[in-house]
Nanobody, 126 residues
């Protein structure tokens, strides 16, 4: 089974940008749909973006649409999340998740994902 690892988190000022990356530390991302989620301590995990393997279809939560962009590199070895116009309320731990899928659709429910990375912290503060 694939294992995931996130990178690219850090501290950024409001209005700034960060690029997160989700890579397979074991196996490949081929035939896996990928979702990005975030969580603040004491709150539920929040879906923010997803990418289907077939068709490369993307989906975004309203809170990040127009600011964040999810993409996959050509070999399919990483899935990135470009985050622009960051705000303090984007501060959270960000997780990527994978589920085996050859459907051209994206799932928003975290229960539909089988594999999770350990997460990377994003802090937006001046």
């Amino acid at each position: 089974q694939v294992q995931l690892v996130e990178s690219g988190g850090g501290l950024v000022q409001p209005g700034g940008s960060l690029r997160l990356s989700c890579a397979a530390s074991r196996g490949t991302l081929e035939n896996y749909a990928i979702g990005w989620f975030r969580q603040v301590p004491g709150k539920e995990r929040e879906y923010i973006a997803g990418l289907s393997w077939v068709g490369g279809n993307t989906d975004y939560a309203p809170s990040v649409k127009g600011r964040f962009a999810i993409s996959r590199d050509q070999p399919g070895s990483t899935v990135d999340l470009q985050m622009n116009s960051l705000r303090p309320d984007d501060t959270a731990r960000y997780y990527c998740a994978a589920r085996p899928s050859i459907a051209p659709t994206v799932a928003r429910e975290d229960t539909r994902y089988d594999v999770w990375g350990p997460g990377t912290q994003v802090t937006v503060s001046s």
